[in-house]
DNA sequence: CACCGACTTTGATAAATCGCAAATGAAACC
DNA sequence: GGTTTCATTTGCGATTTATCAAAGTCGGTG
């Protein structure tokens, strides 16, 4: 098995204040897998036999109900963890992630969690933070999704991601993956129908370009007025 | 300063699988705390001095937009940490609790936390997979209000009510704390008039019995089938 | 280069739910 | 006991958004 050299690791603030020998250490029990676009990397319910870091690509983490509906909670990017499950004390996977993109991924044991957590504490500390936004994440879309209608859960998704993932071109900000209105209407709760209708809407006041699988963000200043609630409509 | 009993903590959840002398040690440091009903134990935004445990009572965990509406994330039932934004590396609160009845409830300082953990590690994987049960429950939570329609949200959430503070009686299961329909449509989102309308239905098919405050479950059975959409609309 | 499939747009209609207004009811407070 | 306050109910019109249906567009593939 090759080596798998520190500097994969060595700058994502998950692994920030470890030594390099603890990096070498952890990364002496990770395997580094190609994950093909459009596969799964974990299944909802599936047993938590791992948990990953995303080195590069996208993963889009979906969950299903039991009538086959689903949802996109979150978009993952290089550098962030997923399939933490077991520093959640659970023991299979809440959620499915697939591959949005050709991806790679480390990943460990998830036995060795519970090691991990105590012979590197900063690590565990580091997880935990994650986990804390993350909860902070979700209850803050609980919120929107209680109080807003559509077109600001829309436009403030649209503005999460350009965070997370914007890449700025001359046109404005790049969602930077391949998107669907399908994808959009699964993060906010509507349909693919009314997320073109709103895009067509905004593409005419100048707000966003977009066109199949991509979404560009001319206005983010705008945007977030809409999103706020604070635009007169005009 | 008076001692506080081993008892009264020895009990719950969270501190399974310490020793005695673990709980002394750990009650040395807290404070209990009498919260009157409708006060605030903590509030969102400020400074996260304090985690607890909820001993009697029951708190509403609410979170508000910058625009003042709220929405109830969860109810708080004796035996439940609240307030554990520490474990999540935050240093303020990033929701409100509020009594809902006259509380009691244990307070250490926040600084305390990371000790705690090392201290005592059973009790830091407890708080952890608290944790995780949340982020689970609040994804859930996103899910529903992705993919259902208000009858079968606000359905749910009286079920997951009765279930973690039903209490029997002769009519059915009662949710043993006040509880208004503006609080119901806050836990959903919708308004006071949809649930009103909800419960006024329900009672007329003998789901449930409810008055002002109050809501009881006659028959828990065929609210879950109206929540799950697999019941013939009669 | 034509075809196929996936993605997107758009219109028309229907359904769900909100917002507003007003009336009623029940508990709490002098 | 009377009054006040808060919670609840209910009707109705207005809006939002879903649903259904169909057509258009783009990109890739054989």
Redesign the pocket.
Known sequence: MSRLDRSLISGLPVFEGLQADDLDRMLQSARSLRIEKETPIFEQGGEAHSFFVLLDGRARVVKSTADGQQVIVRYIVPGELMGIAQALGRTTYPASAIAVLDCVVLAWPGRLWPEFATAYPTFGMNTYKTVGARLNDVQTQVVEMATE???RRVAHSLLRLIKQSGRKTEAGILIDFPI???DIAEMT?????????L??AW?EKGLVR?????VTIKEPHRLLLLAEGRSRQD
């Open positions: 209608q559509v077109e669907t209105r399908q709760g509507t349909t693919l129908h009314t997320v073109s209708r895009l067509t593409e977009s066109g199949r699988q991509q």
